[in-house]
């Protein structure tokens, strides 16, 4: 895999974000919660590790024994903005269930509160958890 293609995704996840930098070695991008019309995005580590108690992100996954699974996003900003979507469609659980404690997740909604996008990043950019 080229070490360029792990720089594009991610530039790539900053643009859908809104964000304008890129990672260089041994930076680390704190990234609080942001929730805006029909989207949110934010670092696990950078949420966990904020004294403000308001803002929050998550996915959770779920799997029933008929075979069907689901994913619920959420998240809310220190401003008191939230937004939350629900999905069955597989490829969007399968990359809700590919977090991790340290992840960057960024999700998209439509008008009906469905998933459109859920993306998750996990590399060394991101702020760990404080202990």
Known sequence: ??????VLLLSGL???AGGSNLATAGERLPSEVVVAAGGAHGSFGSVRNSSDA???????????????????????????????CVTSNSILV??????????YL????????E????STS??????????
């Open 106 to 113: 960024l999700f998209q909604w439509n008008a009906n509160g």
């Open 54 to 84: 308001d803002q929050f992100i998550y996915c959770s996954v779920a799997g029933y024994a008929n075979g069907s699974s689901n994913a619920t996003c959420g998240a809310g900003d220190p401003a008191g903005n939230y937004g939350y």
């Open 14 to 16: 900053l643009c859908l």
């Open 122 to 131: 996990n590399g060394s950019w991101g702020a760990p958890k404080a202990p």
């Open 115 to 118: 998933c459109t996008v859920i």
């Open 94 to 103: 399968q990359a809700a269930a590919g977090l991790r404690g340290d992840s």
């Open 1 to 6: 895999m080229s070490k360029r293609l792990p």
